[in-house]
């Protein structure tokens, strides 16, 4: 019993948000099952970004509603919820950055049992165990005393993956996490997330790599102008696309 | 002249007590400022136009008048709104409104200026009102300001000397006190000079420590 709902990780209702007299997001409704990886694509402007801050409440949604398995977010016996009451569901999904937002003033190491140890309270020594070996996963292990800013693009994304994963969230959600890195190393960060994805963490990824998207994705979200224009099977979405905008988009995308 | 100088240093244990005195106001100062500089910061850039505007006003004010003149202020005026103070608690209060204003603009420069993206961080993992000040926002701020602050303490340091007039024994009111008791101006004065150099010369060098550190963890 109760087995549907909690299948469902992430559902996200009829969400909306206006920015001033600018509609950035309209009816959003989709759902993510649990170990299920879900790539939402788009031209830049198409509102992705701001959907998967209105799914953590970074950004508070005009309309709708998101339930992290079964649990509404931001909104508690009809009125919402303060920061403190948000932080709760937010650490239960860690978040990976376009660029990267790692905290500088702290070590590699640091970064990655902040919100374990100081929002979870979890008790540090075990954190620093589990911390090193989510970077040596990652294949960090040997910077974890070094600060951010000595890294590479693609180490720091690698190290904030890590910081992701450290609050053993339910979900993951990934900004573009490709967007800033030089193509060269783009691939190092992908595998990492290929197999994270493969091992069945729960995955919500805006991203502009289509390769990516064909390969790991279970399912590809296409949003356009705000709305969600398709929802398909990766193969279905890149070999026969049914919307005239899609097929627009995957031509100017996909070569 | 070499007499007078035997004189200063028969007398060198009220410049130590001097010295001592402008110590601990100027680190009481530094501590207290940064303090209320922050929360003064806040306020200014608050969004609410009746909380930021007034905080505003009150950092360029303040800024505007002569120390000498606000210790003044404070010490023969807050008598007349019968608030009774001794001259320690006049001179310490005096020194810490004055440098909560500097504080405030230097926190709230770094403040504008600390990416937004590594406080989204901050929040998305879970961090929210105080616990994000303190962990996230406030380290990076403190890093991305010593320079600045260190300069800070200097001006403080120099700002205690102007309490001799409101009668706080310092250091430089334990130079005058001796110099007028001997007539020995040019060494009592030159030797307070030395030890407030030598005071300038530990605080550079602890903030050049205190650089190299936040050299490496900026963004």
Redesign the interface.
Known sequence: MARATSDVAVEVRGVGKRFGNLQVLADIDFSVATGTTVCILGPSGSGKSTLLRCINFLVRPDDGEVYLHGERVGMKNGTWMTERELCRYRVRMGMVFQHFNLWPHLTVLENVIEAPVHVLGRPRADTIEKARTLLDKVGLAEKQDVYPHTLSGGQKQRVAIARALATNPDVLLFDEPTSSLDPEIIGEVLSVMEGLSSEGMTMIVVTHEMSFAREAADSVIFMDAGRIVETAPPEAFFTRPATRRAQQFLQRYVR | MNRDFLVVFAHYDQYLNGLWNTLWLSAATLVLASITGCILAALMLARPRAVRLPARWFVDAMRCVPFLLFAYLVYYGLPELSLQLDSWACGLLALVVYHTAYMAEIVRGAWTNL?R??I??????????F?LFG??IL??LF?ASVPVIGNQSIYILKDTAFLMIITVPELTFAASAVQSTYFVPFASFVVAMLLYWLVTLGVEASVKRVEAAAE????
């Open positions: 990416s993206e590594q989204e961080a901050g929040r998305a993992f879970g961090f929210a009102g616990p962990r996230i380290p990076q890093f490496m963890r900026r963004g």
